[in-house]
């Protein structure tokens, strides 16, 4: 199934809670509490969960939003979590299982688990949808994943914007979609979890690449080149591992690829300029203090597309850059390969 429209009688929940207090988790907290949720947010540091109740700002990952004044946040996941009838994830990828062996007591039996995240595991290479399903030991009809062209930023200010909510249970990503929205954002749904969850890892590593070609100083003709191959690159990919291609053509996959490698605010975009710039990978470390997910994905990446046989020349480039082993400007995917390349 393709994106579908979601019915507007379906009641939204009223008591939501969401882990994880970055620009994205706060941006989330806000779309939900300006959609009439009753929203709890949790912040690692008692200050930031104090601002934000307080003065109803997040000056570190929002500056200069004013977040709803339903909206509040607490350092305390019991107080977070209870009663709350959906857990929506927000914390960098890599952190999810240990998140989620802290919390797994507290969630509601029956609350819905819904990932706004857009990584996959190191080590294991998994989506954070399977990585809830591991910890959490639910079923896959209780957890969403939400993917889409969602730069915080331009959200919290509220420019209009489309998302998808997807999860292997059409009721409950319609559940979801109908509470995640309100008069600037706008939900959809489908049953494609891999896809959606694959084009919101993958569109990530295609941003790098982009990043890279900018900082170098290449213009235009190889953005697209590299856009359009690496989305031909998520595809096939993506299709390896059981996702529809119509997914990967959709807001999740085409819509999240434009908005990541447009736009300045993107921090995989902007970790790949600065390697484009000549920073080495350690020092693009240092500068980023927001989470770049591309940066830690393209390894387990690699290692799946690998085990299903699928080429990756674009996503093989940036890992190579990242290493220190091929100069920033030698990046040229759509070039390398001795074949002459098939598809258009
Ligand atoms: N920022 C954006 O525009 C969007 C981000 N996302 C995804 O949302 C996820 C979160 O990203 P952001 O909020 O943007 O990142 P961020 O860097 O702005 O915030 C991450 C949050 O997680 C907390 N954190 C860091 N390490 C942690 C740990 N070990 N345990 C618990 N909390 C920890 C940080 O204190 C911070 O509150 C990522 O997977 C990202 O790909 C998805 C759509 C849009
Ligand atoms: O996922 C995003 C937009 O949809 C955010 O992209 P960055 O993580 O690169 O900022």
């Known amino acids: 199934m393709s994106n579908v429209d979601v019915d507007p009688d379906h009641a939204p929940a009223r008591r939501v809670a969401v882990l994880g207090a970055g620009s994205w988790g706060t941006t989330f907290s806000k779309i939900l509490a300006d959609g009439g949720n009753d929203v709890a947010l949790w912040a ?11 003065s109803k700002r997040n000056s570190d990952y929002l500056p200069g939003i004013n977040l709803p004044r339903s909206l509040w ?7 977070v979590l209870e009663g709350a009838e959906q857990v929506y994830l927000s914390v ?3 952190a999810l299982r240990e998140n989620l062996r802290i919390v797994r007591e507290l969630i509601p039996e029956d609350a819905l688990i819904v990932s706004l995240m857009k990584g996959v595991e190191k080590g294991t290479g998994a989506r954070m949808s399977e990585v809830i399903l591991q910890e959490l030991g639910v079923d896959p009809s209780r957890v969403a994943v939400a993917s889409g062209p969602n730069l915080a930023l331009e959200i919290a200010k509220e420019q209009p914007t489309a998302a998808v909510m997807s999860s292997a249970s059409l009721e409950t990503a319609t559940t979801v979609a109908v509470t995640a929205r309100n008069r600037y954002f706008r939900s959809f749904v489908n049953t494609d979890v891999i896809g959606t969850e694959f084009g919101g890892v993958l569109k990530n590593l295609i941003a790098v690449a982009i990043g890279i070609v900018d900082g170098v100083g290449y ?16 595809t096939d990919f993506s299709v390896a591992f059981g996702a529809r291609a119509e997914t990967l053509a959709g807001l999740a996959g085409l819509g999240d690829l434009i908005a990541t490698c447009e736009s300045s605010l993107s921090r995989n975009n902007t970790a790949g300029r600065l390697l484009g710039q000549g920073y080495s990978f350690s020092e693009v470390i240092k500068q980023m203090n927001q989470t770049a997910e591309g940066l830690s994905s393209v390894a387990p990446i690699l290692e799946l597309a690998l085990s299903k046989g699928v080429d990756m020349p674009i996503v093989s480039q940036v890992a190579e850059v990242l290493a ?21």
């Open 219 to 234: 213009g235009e003709n190889t953005k697209a080149s590299i856009i359009t191959r690496g989305l031909a690159e998520m």
């Open 92 to 94: 960098p990828s890599q």
């Open 44 to 54: 690692r540091r008692p200050e930031l969960a104090r601002e934000i109740s307080q």
């Open 73 to 79: 946040a607490s350092d305390k996941l019991h107080e």
């Open 324 to 344: 220190g082993t091929l100069a920033p400007r030698d990046i040229a995917p759509h070039l390398t390969t001795d074949d002459l390349p098939q598809g258009e």
